[in-house]
């Protein structure tokens, strides 16, 4: 018989009871907190659960969530299949990841569902194959990514957008990092003549002609650190092939890939800026010609006016000489005197050629006698540190050509060696001889044809010209001086002279060894044009009424003194007005009509007209300073006989008095 139990010992196995009993009962507690708080989820969640049945693909467990994302009461949603809510476009793809999750145990994808209300939303499903009492069921977690799926396209065709912006641009784009470039669209490799890809990675400022590089750098950091400055400037940019274009940059700064970088758009703006750079060539061109037009009108105004004074002091010489008697001092001195009266009347003339007031004309002329006159004349333009050689070929050099634009052709060849030689001044070479081009020769020299020419040249000792020099020094506007003291167009119209008269021209030139041009004129095999001497036979004399008009008295004094020595009847009035008046009187009373050009109220040509609408066979003989081809052909279109240019001589009245009387 056993020993009854202690009443400790029945008090400790009641105390171990107890303490099963509640740590039953916490874990019973614990499994219904645990429930609940599962339940919760499961219920309240943001996802759908859905438990389904693998064979007939209906769910067997699920909570509300699901029902709320599709639309569908419990009732129904128990009901249905997943096919059944499957859009079409993605059913397929759905069975194939339900067999894989039935093959492999999880799967995760992505499907479209169709709501009750036939919206469609994009669904991603967490599937995982699960044991349930022996039983193999599909675990799913349902969550709706719609709005995401929206965020994306939305994304998608943004970037599409932009993208599409970037790569249709007018302009150019690239951005870098640093100072490598990390993207490029396609107008911009267009622009610069590069392949796509072929810039990505290379140092941007190389882009950059050197004088842009120091500012767009310094302005590039400005913009990384923040501050405001002007993103909108022109730079030159390189093309890969080395030449270069105007563009418009703007920068702004961008979050590129997670890190900052500059996006800088660039636009082509060089036909622009060609167009600016002609407008300004047209309009410097404009002003030049302006000026010259000015330059001329002033030339014209003192030559009349000097001729004026030469006049009084020529014609006065010259009647003084025929009353003086052979070989007295006087006369001898008077002689010198009516010299340099010609040689200031030849000055004038040269002034008239330089401000084109006189017609150009080609004749068949004597190219040494008129390149010994322009080298006179620019021996007293040129300062004395300049020697002048000359190198003058015997024998005839003859040429057809305008003898002003001969002059101003070597005036300007003269001019510009002397600026080449500078302050310290040096050797002006100019030559002239006969040169035989055969069709080797010839070829070499501007494509001129074999044969006979003359070659002019003028050399100097200056400072020379680079290559870059030469090929432009003979475009207009084109000059190495300083701003003020030139306008370029000096070679240039040598140039264009030379082209005209069937010749050519050549520059040779090194820095440090002067320059050479050489012109080349065709020669001709005929003579000069001789003028008859001006002092041969004795001086041809009439008897005639001749009305003298000259608004300055004092010519009009010489005018009738000259006349009456050669044995005419002479009125002299030095009004216009006046003239007319006396000629309207008695209009059969005159022989012959000399005036004066340029007058005061009634200028020579209109008395010209007023004269012929009443005599319409009387001679006129116009007297001016100057002479152009507008006033020419109107002075001949009214009928007058006669031209003379003043300062007048005795011989050259007489002659152009008889010669006028004697064709009426």
């Not at 060539?281 to 002003?287: D, S």
């Not at 052709?409 to 100019?430: D, I, P, Q, R, S």
Request: proline share 4%; aromatic share 6%; with cysteine.
């Amino acid at each position: 018989m056993s020993e009854k139990p202690t009443y400790e010992e029945l008090e400790q196995k009641v105390q171990t009871l107890e303490r099963k009993l509640e740590d039953s009962r916490q874990a019973e507690k614990s499994l219904e907190e645990a429930e609940s708080y599962y339940r919760a989820f499961f219920e309240h969640g943001t996802d759908g659960v859905v438990v389904l049945d693998p064979e007939t693909a209906r769910p067997v467990i699920f909570n509300d969530q699901v029902c709320r994302q599709l639309g569908y009461s419990r009732e129904e949603f128990a009901h249905l299949r997943l096919p059944d809510i499957e859009a079409s476009e993605t059913a397929e793809e759905t069975r194939a990841h339900i067999q894989k999750v039935l093959k492999l145990g999880l799967d995760d994808f992505e499907t479209i569902q169709r709501t009750k209300q036939g919206e469609l939303r994009h669904v991603h499903i967490s599937a995982q194959r699960i044991d349930i009492s022996g039983r193999s069921v599909y675990h799913c977690i349902w969550r709706d990514i719609t709005e995401r799926k929206r965020a994306e396209e939305a994304f998608r065709q943004s970037e599409q957008k932009y993208r599409t912006l970037v790569e249709e641009s007018f302009d150019g784009i690239f951005v870098q990092k640093g100072p490598k470039i990390i993207f490029t669209n396609q107008r911009l490799n267009e622009m610069l003549g590069y392949e796509e890809g072929e810039l990505l990675g290379l140092d941007h400022w190389l882009l950059y002609h050197p004088d842009d590089q120091e500012l767009t750098r310094a302005r590039a950091q400005a913009r990384m650190r923040g501050e405001n400055i002007i993103s909108r400037y022109e730079v030159k940019l390189q093309r890969k092939d080395g030449s270069w274009l105007y563009g418009e940059v703007r920068v702004r700064v961008i979050n590129f890939e997670g890190e900052l970088g500059l996006q800088v758009w660039v636009r082509d703006i060089t036909e622009r800026k060609r167009a600016e750079e002609e407008r300004a060539r047209l309009e410097a061109q404009l002003r030049q010609a302006q000026k010259m037009e000015a330059l001329g009108t002033l030339a014209g105004g003192i030559a009349h006016d000097f001729n004026n004074i030469l006049a009084a002091m020529m014609g006065y010489t010259e009647l003084a000489l025929y009353d003086i008697p052979e070989g007295l001092p006087a006369k001898r001195q008077l002689e010198q005197v009516l010299k340099s009266g010609l040689r200031a009347k030849n000055l004038v003339q040269q002034i008239l050629r330089f401000s084109r007031r006189t017609d150009p004309e080609r004749k068949t002329i004597q190219l040494a006698p008129v390149m010994v006159e322009t080298i006179k004349l620019l021996r007293s333009t040129l300062p004395a540190t300049i020697e002048i050689v000359q190198e003058m070929e015997s024998g005839p050099h003859i040429v057809s050509a305008d003898p002003t634009q001969v002059h101003q052709m070597l005036m300007n060849l003269g001019a510009n060696a002397a600026h080449a030689m500078g302050e310290k001044g040096g050797v002006l070479k100019v030559r002239l001889e006969r040169v035989e081009l055969g069709i080797g020769t010839a070829s070499g020299v501007a494509e001129l044809a074999p044969g006979v020419y003359a070659e002019l040249t003028v050399s100097d000792t200056g400072e020379g010209m680079d290559k870059d020099t030469l090929e432009r020094v003979f475009e207009p506007f084109f000059t190495t001086k300083d701003t003020g003291q030139g306008t370029g167009m000096g070679l240039s119209v040598v140039h264009g002279i030379v082209k005209a008269h069937g010749g050519a021209i050549t520059v040779d030139s090194e820095p440090g060894k002067g320059s050479e041009f050489r012109v080349y004129l065709p020669l001709l095999k005929t003579g000069v044009e001789e003028d008859v001497p001006g002092d041969a036979g004795p001086l041809p004399s009439g008897t005639e009424h001749i009305l003298f008009v000259d608004d300055e008295t004092v010519l009009t004094d010489i005018g009738r003194t000259m006349l009456e020595r050669l044995g005419y009847q002479v009125t002299a009035r030095s009004s216009s007005i006046e003239a007319l008046e006396i000629f309207k009187a008695k209009p059969d009373r005159f022989h012959l009509v000399i005036t004066d050009r340029t007058m005061p109220n009634m200028t020579g040509i209109e008395l010209a007209e007023e004269i012929l609408s009443i005599r319409p066979d009387i001679p006129i003989i116009i007297c001016t300073g100057f002479s152009t081809p507008l006033s020419n052909q109107r002075a001949e279109g009214v009928g007058v006989k006669r031209v003379l240019m003043k300062p007048l001589e005795i011989r050259e009245v007489a002659v152009a008095v008889r010669e006028a009387l004697e064709k009426r």
